[in-house]
């Protein structure tokens, strides 16, 4: 809070001041991102936002050229089946499927939100945790169906 | 003289309508991938002919259109609002939206030749 010294209050405001300053001053200052911990809201928010920036972009293209691929030709089919064999695809595909399914369970928290369904501190808190809960193990299983 | 008339400029009103288009676009897109993970799981398609043959009804050529189109539109509204966040110089972003734009609408295209061809 900002003192603004004036009138009759000046010099009790500015000894608040002082104080505040020299409060201020022995406050630990952490504006630097990698030290704040930042609460598992704040942390499933900015994975959403990654995660459909990287499904935009690789993301989208990949989808349509794996589409491309699956109904083409029966020849394409079986390149693209090839393809999937190699562990480095597959891993990459395990990391594009969590991204969608992180999305996925992230996105249908905020559609909860916006109908004011757990707006609670404690009820947000836990919904983001459900939200690991489900896109991690989700995607740990399709990784476990691919290999 | 400029005479301030004490409006608060409020843009173009377009915040609304894209926050609720990014909104309606997922629920129809989760619609869509529910109901084909749904058929794939019953019936697991396992050759060309099993993949081409649930592509081939026009209804789900359409829906898949459908589906392609709700996800360009919901990624341009969250791109969008990803750059307005992060590319504060006004020629950077409008020339990077422009980019964004233009690639949505190659991939419809795209979309729309990969199931109709």
Redesign the interface.
Known sequence: MEFRAGGQLRNYHFKVSRMEAKLKHQRPRHLDLFKITQPLPAIVSIMHRISGVLLFFPGIPFLLYGLNMLLESPESFAAMQAVLQHPGLKLLLVFFVWFFLHHLCAGIRYLALDLHYGVELAQARASSKWVLAISIPLTLLTGVALW | MVKHSGRIVTGAHYGLRDWLAQ?IT??FM?VYIAVLAVLVTINPPQ??AA??GI?KHSWMRIATFLF?AA??WH?WV??RN?LMDYVKPVAIRLTLQVLVII?LLV?LV??AE??W?
């Open positions: 909104r997922a629920v989760v050759d060309y993949w081409s592509f392609f996800l360009f990624a969250g791109v990803v690639a991939y795209w979309t990969i199931l061809s």
